[in-house]
């Protein structure tokens, strides 16, 4: 355990990184893989869909981690048809989940609550104004979300080598750098930064644990740091996904249309049916699915466990070896 910081030890986890959760691959198994290689795995609630099968997962979760911490996360975001969050939560409590890991809409009322009953909490934030009320609410930790994010990377367009400074000048409690992390030299620079730690989502989807087709992380692979697409701009919700036939036709409409671009334009395109059902055939072209930059860090599909490890073995090289040696050892004469 080369690294101390104030969110392995809230966390009570031997290695400062986290799996944030995530729709579709955010599940109990890789979680797992996570938490049992040091790190902190959180599985997303809502893959599980109705609170039955929800409870089973946690308990599955719990189980699979042997006694090793693990999380839960909580998106919640508007809806017609909106997931049962108030029971989700239930769950969470009932099964004494440790952490829970919020996301989406303001958290407030379900930071209290889970804060009543014992729970850590991690809220994701995509700028220095949202963290500074998260942190008022009275989150533990903050996951600061740079623009090189997959999914929802917000709309004031902050990288990290930014926005994680200024979570080192404003925030009083502790942070993960979150958004295109995927190596060691990047881990060793967010604690240079402020940083205590990271959170990284991208990187665990091109594992041998990941639920993805192999043609899906084959595409990973083979992508560079460019082949992501910013989508829904015009809408102000902005998503970053990886760049093939589908967000490539989305990102062609919304240009064409301009300021008249309305969702109903590429809904047949972007919902969640036409993405579900390219991942059962196996299809990289075929719908939508979020990826951040740091697929043209991605090489190979190893374990979770390797993953895990070589960050740490590479961020440790880098302050024992590489930044010890640019130190000029003052004169003493």
């Known amino acids: 355990m080369p690294f101390k910081t104030r ?8 290695h400062p990184i986290v799996m944030g959760g995530m729709t579709g691959v955010g599940t109990a198994q890789l979680a797992a893989a996570v ?23 946690v308990q599955l979760l719990r189980k699979l ?4 911490p693990f999380g839960v996360n909580l998106t919640i975001l508007p ?5 049962p969050y ?4 239930k769950i969470i409590i009932e099964e004494k989940v440790p952490i829970v890991e919020t996301a989406g809409s303001n958290p407030k009322k379900w930071i209290s609550l889970f804060k009543s009953n014992g729970v850590i909490t991690i809220h994701k934030c995509v700028s220095i104004r949202h963290a500074l009320k998260a942190q008022a609410m009275g989150v533990d930790i903050v996951s600061l979300d740079g623009f090189e994010c997959a999914g929802h990377p917000g709309e004031e367009d902050v990288g990290n080598f930014v926005l994680q400074a200024r979570g080192c000048q404003e925030l009083a409690v502790p942070y993960v750098c979150s958004g295109g992390v995927a190596s060691g030299v990047q881990l060793a620079a967010a604690l240079a930064l402020g940083a ?13 644990e990941c639920n993805w087709p192999q ?20 809408l102000n919700n902005t998503c970053r996904v990886i760049r093939n036939d589908v967000s490539a036709e989305v990102e062609e409409i919304e240009s064409k249309k301009g300021e008249d671009f309305q969702i109903s334009d590429v809904m047949p395109l972007v919902n969640g049916k036409r993405g579900r059902e390219a991942e059962a055939k196996g299809d990289p072209d075929g719908g939508i699915w979020s990826a951040g930059q740091s697929v043209g860090l991605i090489k190979d599909i190893p374990t979770v466990k390797k993953v895990v490890d070589d960050m740490v073995k590479e961020a440790e090289n880098v302050v024992r070896t590489r930044l010890n040696s640019l130190l000029v050892v003052p004169s003493r004469l």
């Open 7 to 14: 969110v392995t030890d809230l966390l009570s986890i031997e």
């Open 65 to 68: 981690c042997n006694g090793k």
């Open 35 to 57: 938490s049992l290689a040091g790190g902190l795995g959180i599985m997303a609630i809502h893959n599980s869909g109705k609170p039955e099968q929800a409870r089973k997962d």
């Open 86 to 89: 108030d029971e989700y939560a």
């Open 215 to 234: 043609s899906f992380k084959d595409r990973m692979v083979q992508s560079k740091e460019t082949d992501t697409v910013l989508m829904l701009r015009r």
């Open 79 to 83: 809806s017609f048809d909106p997931p």
């Open 196 to 208: 205590d730690g990271v959170n990284c989502g991208t990187l665990f989807c091109a594992t041998q």
